[in-house]
């Protein structure tokens, strides 16, 4: 009886396991985040935060989901560059990383405000976007240039 139960957990064990190893190989890796080279990203940055501007003084509230998707949702630096920040920034990394976390948050929460048409709450994440980009160019901008040169 007990090697009987135990067939059966390991049979159950290798068809999960042989399920999970097929399903992953056939998945699609376009989930997987872009990647871009610092200067570029930060390049589209801008050009979203100036769709967001636009959006903004003309009340366009697609402008202004379109440009907060595009923050909220842009490119992952590469592996070399990433290592070259962490490089650069050794232990204040951890303090790089909470402001691009607060800036993709409230860039999506600008963006859910402007899908609901809701032009205080779009410009009070505005506001925490913006602060989130500033403190971080102050901060780092100068030292990581100089490096990626």
């Given at each position: ?139 780092y901008r100068k030292r990581i240039s100089e490096v990626n040169q």
């Open positions: 009886m007990i090697a009987r139960e135990s067939i059966a957990v390991l049979l159950v064990i290798i068809v999960s396991s042989v399920s999970m190893i097929g399903w992953s190989y056939f998945q699609d890796d376009s989930h997987q985040p872009e990647t871009m080279k610092l200067v570029p990203m930060m390049q589209r940055l801008l050009h979203d935060m100036q769709i967001v501007d636009q959006g903004i003084y003309t009340e366009n509230y697609d402008l202004i989901a379109k440009g907060g998707e595009g923050i909220a949702d842009h490119p992952v630096m590469t592996p070399e560059d990433k290592a070259m920040v962490k490089k650069v920034l050794g232990k204040e990394i951890k303090q790089f990383i909470s402001f691009d976390k607060t800036v993709h948050h409230h860039a999506d929460s600008m963006r859910q405000a402007a899908v609901e048409q809701q032009m205080d709450e779009v410009l009070n994440h505005y506001r925490i976007v913006q602060q989130g980009c500033v403190d971080c160019h102050s901060n």
